[in-house]
């Protein structure tokens, strides 16, 4: 019997889905393919990079400490994002030298205007927590 990959439905789960136009920022040769690569094949396209213009579904945003603001960055991903969009925020793991804490990641999402839901590990190396607009962040 076959048993499943880590994270398998991970893009499921948070809220990722068939047809939606998703946005990637924050991207560095660190980023987890394996990640991407399932969030691509539940959208049915590759992501749009950070020179797309165009409203999004959904926007996926790399973050490390020492990258800048994490504020400024979550209202950055706004400037795209459609009405009932959502971000989806990837930080290193605990232990990491740039991980960022989950008290850090609230306080910028409820400044950017957003809610934080529950994190959950993504791939090897990072985690992921996604934010809502308005409402409570749901996992699904």
């Known amino acids: 019997m076959a048993t499943e990959a ?3 439905g991970l893009a499921e789960r948070l809220g990722f889905e068939n047809d939606q136009v998703v946005q990637e ?5 660190d980023v987890d393919d394996a990640v991407r690569t399932q969030i691509e094949d539940t959208i049915g396209s590759g992501l749009e990079d950070e020179d797309y213009d165009g409203v ?3 926007v996926v945003l790399w973050w490390r400490d020492g990258d800048g603001d994490l504020i400024d960055d979550c209202v950055d ?3 795209n994002l459609a009405d009932k969009g959502f ?4 930080v290193p793991g605990a232990g990491h030298p740039d ?5 850090d990641i609230s ?11 529950t994190s959950t590990r993504a791939g090897d190396e990072w985690i992921a927590t996604k934010l809502v607009q308005g409402g409570v962040a749901k996992q699904r």
Request: aromatic share 2%.
């Open 6 to 8: 880590p994270n398998t």
């Open 25 to 29: 920022l924050g991207w560095d040769e």
């Open 56 to 58: 999004v579904d959904a």
């Open 77 to 79: 991903a706004l400037t």
């Open 87 to 90: 971000v989806v925020l990837l």
């Open 99 to 103: 991980h960022v804490d989950a008290s």
């Open 107 to 117: 306080e910028a999402a409820q400044t950017a205007g957003l809610n934080a839901g």
